[in-house]
Every structure is written in C-alpha cells, then in structure tokens.
C-alpha cells in the first residue's frame, strides 16, 4: 500500500474549503471560539488568497441589499429570489443571509475592499443590488481577514493543499475529516465536534463547450468539483433542489460574465438579424405565469428566450457593446472634450469588468482584435454547472433561524441551529447549502458568518471528543489512496500509462461522465433537454461508471486528487439525474426542458424536490418538501 503518513489533528471546529463561506466562517468562528476557549481548523485543498470562485477576483458584490440608506427591504430581496427562481426558494434562508450582508459588505470595505463611490460618496450600483468594485484582490483582501482571525487570535490553524476526500462516520454521526496532502506522502484525520462544510460547487460534470482548444476553461472554477455536495451525501444528509443547475450566459468561449453589460451599460442581445429577443418572444413568457411576469425576467426565462433564438437558426445572438458604448457616450456629445473622455472612461470600464474577474475574456478580445467600442461580441448559453450560491439551487436542506419561522414553517424549516444539515453537527453555507439562490460572494461569506456562530454554539452544547476507531480510519486510507496502488500495480503492462486493462485514468474518466451527462441528462449537445427515458439511460450508464471508479488509478499526488475529485463528481452527476427524474414538469425551460412533461405544474409540484442516499443501505429516497410563506415575519425583523 502506498506509504503516506497520517496524520491526526483534533480539533472543535472543522471549516472545509477556504473560499467565501469559509473565510466569512473563519473570521466569525475564531470571535465566538475565542470566548469559550475552542480551537478552529480551517483546511483548504489550494491556498486560502486565491481559492475558489474569487480566485481571479470580481468586478461587483452582487448582493447588497442597502438597508442602511432605506433602498430596499429584506422582503423585497426574498420576493426577487422567489421570483427569479421560479417560486422555489427557502425564505427563512434567504432572509437570514439578506438582514446580514451589508453589514460583510461593510466589513469587506473596512478590510481594504475599493467599492466604486460616486460624487456624493455613495456606492455606485451595478444594478439594483449588485455594487461595482476594483475587486482584483477581493479573495486576497478576504483571505487576509480570515486568516488574522484565525492566526493572530490563536483559536485557529489554516491547512493548505490538503484535499477532502470524505466524511468520518460513525453510524449517524459524523465524527470530522479524512484527506491528503497534494504535495506530501501525508494521510490526513480531522476529528471534530462540528463540521462546516463549505468546498463550494460543481463544475465539469457536465461536458464545456470548450474542449481540447481550450480544455478546463469555465465560467465557474474547474477546481471546485463536487465535494460539498459529495461529502453531505455520504455523510446521509437530505439534500434540496439538486435538479437546479445554472445554465449562465456567457460570452462565447472565454465565458466572460454579462452582468456589467446588461445591468450597468444597458446593453441589448440582439440575433444575427438584429431582432433582440426580450422583445419578439415576449409573449412565450406568458406560458410560465405566473413567474414569467415578473421584473427582472427570471433568468432562467432570459437564457430561454436567447435560446429559442437560437434553435430557430437565428444565432449567432450578440451582445451589443458597441451599441451601449455608443449611447451613453452619446450624452457627451455636445461638448467633444467631454465626450473623449467618457468614450476613454466606457473603454477602461469595459475592460477592466473582464481583467478583474475573468482574465481570458480580456485576452480573447485581444487576441481575436475586437475593440468592444467597435464590434459586439457574441454570447452563449453555457454548460450546467452546481451552484447554490449564484442562480442555481442545490445544496444540503439546512435548518433556517428560529426568529424567522412562523408556526407552521418551524415545523418543516427548523431542527435546532442555523444552516445545519440533517446530520447533526455538519452544517453547510455559500453553494453546498440550496434553496438560498442568489448568496454571490457577498451572501456565501455571510453565510459562513451565520453557520460558524450556530456551529460554535452547536459545539460548546454538545462538547464531547469525538472517538473514531483506528480501523475505520485504516480502511479510509486505504479506499482513498487505493488509486496509488492500482496504478503503481499495473503499470508496467502497457507501453502507454494512459491506456492499460486494468484501470482507468481521471481525465478518461471525466470524459464518460462529461459524455453521459451531457446527452442524456439535458448538456449543450442535447440543447439542455432530456426526458424521462434518456435520464433512466445517464442512471444505467451512471451505475457502470460507479462500478468503474473502483479502478481509478493515480501517477501521483495530483492525480489522486483528480481520481477523487471525479468521483465527486459523479455523485453530484447522480443526484441531479435523479432528481430532473423525480420532478415530472418543466420549470425552469431556460435551465433544463423535460421534453416529456413540457409544462410548468404549480399544482403537483410547487414544492422542494429533496433526496437523501442512505449510507447503510445505499439507498436513494427521494420525497417532497412544502414551500412556506415566512415573508412576513421576515419583514417584522428585516432591518
Ligand atoms: O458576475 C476544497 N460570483 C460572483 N459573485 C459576486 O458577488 N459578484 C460577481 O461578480 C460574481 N460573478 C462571478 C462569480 C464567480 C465566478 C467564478 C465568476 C464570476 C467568474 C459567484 C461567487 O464567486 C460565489 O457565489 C462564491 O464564491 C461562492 O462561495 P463558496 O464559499 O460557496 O465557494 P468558493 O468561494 O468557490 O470556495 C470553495 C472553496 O472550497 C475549496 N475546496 N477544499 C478542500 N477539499 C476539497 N475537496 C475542496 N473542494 C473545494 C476551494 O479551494 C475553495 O477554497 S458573476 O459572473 O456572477
Ligand atoms: P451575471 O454576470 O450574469 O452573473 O450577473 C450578475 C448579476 O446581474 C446577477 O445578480 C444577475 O442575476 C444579474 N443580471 C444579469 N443579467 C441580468 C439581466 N438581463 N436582468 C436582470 N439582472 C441581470
């Protein structure tokens, strides 16, 4: 067996993953931990500055809710997630992150953050909750913080490079940790008295549109791979809308984010014949009332509108930079040196928006000449990716505060402490918690904020010392380093390492599942549409690949993470398809169209599609999960 060390560290608080819910974890963590004497372990597989979504940083918070000057109320950002969701959301979560984030925002400004100010000092918006930034260094400023609260405080330790590979369970509870270091022959064993797990999405289950000319380039990061979600599923947590992927619009092959052009530059998206979309197919929004009413259109109507556009043989669809460009600068026009210098300003902005957030996307415009003051750019739907963070809605069924519950929703909504799962002591924030769409940066690090304070409570309660059993530990280790092993066995029987009877490498492996997913279950080849009978195939191709995971084979330390991480992977694959099964309707037509049953079904299932994979018996349960009104009790406390 593969020689690696292990490595035991004992711990109160486990925080897994180092991007936005974990850093705002770590930095509330290490306040309340302090008090009551508690040491907090933060591990992350990459290094804190620059992990996760933010890596590149981002040119807006987009969620901002301006309490403080009266803009808006807690309820007038919980109807715009119901809304832009389709109706299926969690209230009592979206509340409780909306009556917090400005405070993060204003915490993220006191820690160096450059929020755009306007003339009288006010923060410039983007639109009506997102705030422009300089946001660059956004992960480094945040990563700064948490790590001075963990550091100079003396309640927390921060590993880096080591990767989760699962839970430690024993029976129902779950007992930490294990992973291992991707640089070192080290096994690692996190024993806690609570988890936090906070690993962010999933990305590359389903096949990009770029492939070998640009393989790895996303929108959402390739590094986040499942693990939040893998690791509550085999912990038996329930889970919630995981048929809620996010399709984003994205400029086309370098997938530059389209929220500073539609929202702050006004820019249309217009087909190859000039006809914008919005406009002409209107009235196919009146098939999904009663969302398709709604201002903003929900986005996933938007992307479905483009998208009929689009299978109708009038791409390409074009986002109309110059147009915009040209119209606000067009405000200048009677005096030349004004104009000059707005049209120079609209430039910088214009680039800036991708060099701050999505580097390539810049590089792209440069490398194929286009001057977006000049030409527009064309913009497409992408690939499905997991993220309850953004627009999307998987994650684990946590419980939501108790102050916001009514009568009947503490009930359904409520077991105990804010943003645990239903596994005692394993609590979830930014995109490994659902049904609380729309956190972005801002809300995930909010979140964390919330769940480290439940989770410290949850430990000073229930303070016992974790006691995991060596052999467990033993068979852990050698089910995570086997591909070492199988690779290390087999080697030698082939004259490419890449091609052998005996195993399969990740990046083949990624294939399958990239392949399978993308034209059974709903990926851009089957143009986002699947149906009962080709979800029941991707489960029988899905049940294979399972099988073939056992003979996944690593060289070294990073291709083990990449073994681990596919296998994530295809267990979020999993839960996805079962549950687009489970949900016999269309809801979201812009996200995935169930040809099948092509209509909205507020009737039957206006309500959470969850499922739970039993550990002892591996079983799925799939159930349903009522929608409940808490809005006016989230009003009473909004501010
Ligand atoms: O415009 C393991 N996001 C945007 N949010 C905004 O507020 N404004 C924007 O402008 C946004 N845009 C945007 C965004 C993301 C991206 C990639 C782009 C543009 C190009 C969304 C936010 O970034 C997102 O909502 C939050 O970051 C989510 O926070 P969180 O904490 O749930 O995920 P994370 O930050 O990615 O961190 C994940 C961490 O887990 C680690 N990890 N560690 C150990 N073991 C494992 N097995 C692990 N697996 C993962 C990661 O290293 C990381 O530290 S716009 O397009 O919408
Ligand atoms: P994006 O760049 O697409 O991730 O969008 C950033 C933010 O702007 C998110 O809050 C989106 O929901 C929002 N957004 C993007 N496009 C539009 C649009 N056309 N109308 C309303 N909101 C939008």
Not at 45 to 65: E, P
Request: proline letters at 4%; hydrophobic letters at 40%.
């Amino acid at each position: 067996m593969a020689n690696f060390e292990t490595v035991v560290v004992e711990t109160d608080l486990l925080i897994l993953g180092g991007g936005m819910a974990a850093c705002g974890a770590a930095v509330e963590a290490a306040h309340w931990a302090k008090q009551h004497n508690l040491k907090v372990t933060l591990v992350d597989k990459a290094v804190v500055d620059r992990s996760g979504a933010v890596a590149m940083g981002l040119s807006a918070i987009n969620q901002y809710v301006g309490l403080r000057d009266g803009q808006n109320t807690v309820k007038d950002y919980v109807d715009y997630v119901r809304n832009d969701l389709m109706g299926i959301t969690r209230e009592d979560l979206v509340a409780s992150i909306a009556r917090h984030v400005d405070s993060t925002v204003h915490l993220f400004e006191k820690w160096g953050l450059p929020i755009w100010k306007d003339e009288n000092g006010a923060y410039v918006h983007e639109g009506r909750w997102q705030l422009m930034i300089n946001g660059e260094s956004y992960k480094v400023v945040v990563a700064e913080a948490a790590k001075n609260a963990l550091l100079q405080s003396g309640v927390g330790e921060i590993y880096e490079r080591i990767f989760i590979a699962g839970p430690i369970m024993n029976g129902d509870k779950c007992l930490g940790a294990v992973g291992f270091s991707v640089r070192e022959d080290k096994f690692y064993v996190f024993k806690a008295k609570a988890t936090l797990v906070a690993m962010g999405g999933a990305v590359h289950v389903f096949k990009p549109r770029s492939s070998g000319e640009g393989m790895g380039r996303a929108w959402y990061p390739p590094w986040n791979s499942g693990s939040s979600a893998y690791f509550t599923l085999k912990a038996g947590a329930e889970m919630t809308c995981q048929e809620v992927r996010f399709i984003p619009v994205r400029f086309k092959d370098a997938y530059g984010p389209v929220g500073a052009w539609f929202l702050l530059f006004k820019s249309r998206a217009t087909n190859s014949q000039g006809g914008d979309y919005m406009v002409e197919r209107k009235a196919e929004l009146e098939n999904w009332a009663p969302y398709g009413k709604v201002k903003p259109v929900p986005a996933n109507l938007r992307n479905y509108l483009g998208m009929l556009d689009v299978m109708e043989g009038k791409g390409p669809v074009y986002m109309r930079t110059e147009e915009a460009i040209q119209k606000i600068a067009d405000e200048y026009k009677e005096d030349p040196k004004a104009y000059k210098k707005k049209m120079k300003e609209l430039e910088a902005e214009a680039w800036e928006d991708f060099l701050d957030m999505t580097i390539s996307q810049a590089i792209l415009w440069a490398g194929t000449n286009v001057q977006p003051e000049e030409k527009s750019s064309e913009i497409a739907a992408a690939e499905p990716y997991f993220i309850g963070s953004h627009s999307g809605a998987s994650g684990a069924w946590v419980s939501g505060p108790e102050d916001l519950q009514t009568g009947e929703s503490k009930q359904e909504y409520f077991w105990g402490y804010c943003n645990m799962s239903t596994v005692p002591g394993v609590f979830c924030a930014g995109d490994a918690s659902g049904a609380s769409s729309h956190k972005f940066s801002s809300g995930s690090c909010t979140e964390g904020r919330i769940a480290a304070k439940a989770a410290v409570k949850y430990v000073v309660e229930h303070n016992e010392a974790p006691k995991v059993d060596q052999a467990l530990i033993d068979a852990l280790k050698a089910d995570i380093l086997k591909p070492l092993d199988t690779y290390e066995e087999h080697r030698g029987e082939t004259t490419d390492p890449e091609i052998n009877p005996h195993y399969i490498k990740p990046r083949m492996f990624m294939f399958r599942l990239q392949k399978i997913m993308d034209e059974y279950a709903g990926g851009v080849t089957a143009q986002f549409t699947t149906n009962k009978a080709l979800l029941e195939k991707a489960l029988e191709l899905l049940a294979l690949l399972k099988e073939d995971s056992t003979k996944l084979a690593a060289s070294n330390h990073h291709e083990l993470m990449r073994c681990w991480e596919n296998t994530h992977r295809m267990w979020q694959a999993e839960a996805h398809v079962r549950t687009m099964l489970f949900r016999n309707e269309t809801r979201w037509p812009g996200y995935y169209f169930r040809a099948d049953a092509p209509k909205i079904d507020e009737a039957n299932w206006k309500v959470f599609a969850n499922c739970r994979f039993d550990p002892k018996t591996n079983e799925w349960t799939m159930l349903k999960r009522p929608i409940m009104t808490v809005i006016p009790a989230a009003e009473a406390v909004g501010a």
